[in-house]
């Protein structure tokens, strides 16, 4: 499949059903993620899959909306940066986990990128200290987000070179 093939037909996946997402697949995904570059080749990313669905349902839980449907996952990866690293660790991560969402799609895996950073519980709580105490990770790891992974419960249709909106285009000459 060619890359813009791949992301035309990428789309955040929500639904999925309980067929198991193969290895081989999972390594490409996990190959993705660890192939994305970092600034100053520093890797501060570190990628822990999720497969207790216990620990699915809690994170589902941990976000005022939009995590609700991570319960129902095969499984997850938690893209985590190393604050003392890299002072580039989002950047860093939100590449890796762009890098991964793309590859999953490639693969035929469903996948939706959970934001987990700046985001609250329906308490008011940070949703990242929650995840990191969930997820037991020393208070220098900073979570970026979650990506859901499970193969997809139906099918949505690929976008099409029409669906891009070309007013978000400007030159500056």
């Not at 501060?44 to 449907?69: D, Q, R, T, W």
């Amino acid at each position: 499949m060619y890359l813009l093939e791949v992301m035309l037909k990428r789309r955040s996946v929500r639904k999925y059903s309980d067929e198991e997402i193969s290895n081989e697949k999972m390594n490409k995904i996990l190959q993705a993620g660890l192939l994305a570059p970092t600034s100053r080749n520093l890797k501060p990313c570190h990628f822990l899959i999720i497969e207790n669905k216990e620990v699915l349902k809690k994170i589902s839980e941990s976000k005022a909306h939009g995590a609700a449907f991570l319960k129902d996952a095969n499984k997850a990866i938690a893209v985590i940066g190393n604050t003392r690293v890299a002072d580039t660790w989002i950047e860093d991560s939100s590449i890796a986990l762009a890098f991964m969402h793309l590859m999953a799609t490639e693969q035929e895996v469903g996948s939706c990128w959970i934001q987990i950073r700046l985001r609250e519980s329906n308490d008011g709580e940070s949703t990242e200290e929650l995840v990191r105490d969930l997820l037991g990770l020393d208070d220098y790891f900073g979570i970026v987000g979650i990506l859901a992974l499970g193969i997809e419960d139906g099918h949505m249709p690929a976008y099409t070179l029409n669906d891009i909106d070309k007013e978000k285009i400007h030159y500056l000459r």
